[in-house]
């Protein structure tokens, strides 16, 4: 099963904008990246998905590498309810079953 | 639309019983996936339910286990609770396209805490 790699923790300072990265560099070609966010006492929220192109939506934009093996979410102002753990994932988009594996995820702060 | 449901919030357990969890899906969602959340492992993988058929399963004892009715409620089964059971327990839906693809999101709920003493 795919993999993805974040870095621990990240800091921002409020208003500005938050490049979140993600490594996956065994992904295949049927993988979806997702993008999911948990605030405390909270179930994982949906953030945003892609398979090839760059997407954008009203709360993140996400930039996929050329090749695929890495992605990056991109809050474009932070704002104190951004704080939240971020949690990027692969998803089979194959019939059939899958296991959807979640890594540590990247804490993000944002100063005031 | 009513987001996907867990009952009960919080229960508490004694070693040896069992338990039972149940999730309600976002209305026309047929895929149920359930996930064990802990400090030291994190957001774990248990199974996912298609239609009334598991699809997947995770690396878990058989003491669980899950099932799920017509309607996509599902609800998941721990016997013989340990202390290592405890944990958040979240369930997630989603909408499959034709043959059940999984580029849709996932819509979690905001878990069931058990705790087993």
């Known amino acids: 099963d795919a993999k993805t790699t974040q870095p621990n923790s990240m800091e921002s300072n409020e208003e500005e904008p938050v490049h979140l990265p993600c490594n996956h560099s065994?992904?295949?070609?049927?993988?979806?990246i997702h993008w999911y966010r948990q605030l405390p006492s909270q179930g994982p929220e949906y953030v945003i998905h892609?398979?090839?192109s760059n997407v954008n939506n009203r709360m993140a934009s996400l930039a996929i590498a050329e090749d695929r093996k890495s992605s990056t979410l991109i809050l474009h102002r932070a704002t104190l309810r951004d704080a939240a753990v971020y949690y990027c994932?692969?998803?089979?988009?194959?019939?059939?079953?899958?296991?959807?594996?979640f890594g540590a995820g990247t804490r993000l702060f944002v100063k005031a | 639309k009513a987001g996907v449901t867990q009952t009960p919030r919080y229960l508490i357990k004694t070693r040896g019983q069992q338990v039972t969890l149940s999730c309600s899906p976002i209305?026309?969602?047929?895929?149920v996936s359930w996930y064990q959340q802990t400090p030291g492992q994190g957001l774990q993988f248990l199974f996912e339910?298609?239609?009334?058929?598991?699809?997947n399963k995770g690396n878990f004892p058989g003491r669980f286990s899950g099932r799920q009715f017509s309607n996509s409620r599902s609800e998941m089964n721990v016997s013989t609770l340990e202390l290592g059971d405890s944990a958040l327990y979240l369930c997630?839906?989603?909408?499959?396209?034709?043959?059940?693809?999984?580029?849709?999101?996932?819509?979690f709920g905001n878990g069931t805490r058990l705790t087993v003493t």
């Open positions: 339910y298609f239609s009334e058929t598991q699809r």
């Open positions: 209305s026309g969602h047929r895929s």
């Open positions: 065994t992904i295949s070609g049927t993988d979806y």
């Open positions: 997630a839906s989603s909408g499959s396209g034709l043959g059940g693809s999984y580029n849709s999101p996932l819509h």
């Open positions: 892609g398979l090839t």
């Open positions: 994932i692969l998803r089979d988009t194959r019939a059939g079953g899958f296991k959807t594996i």
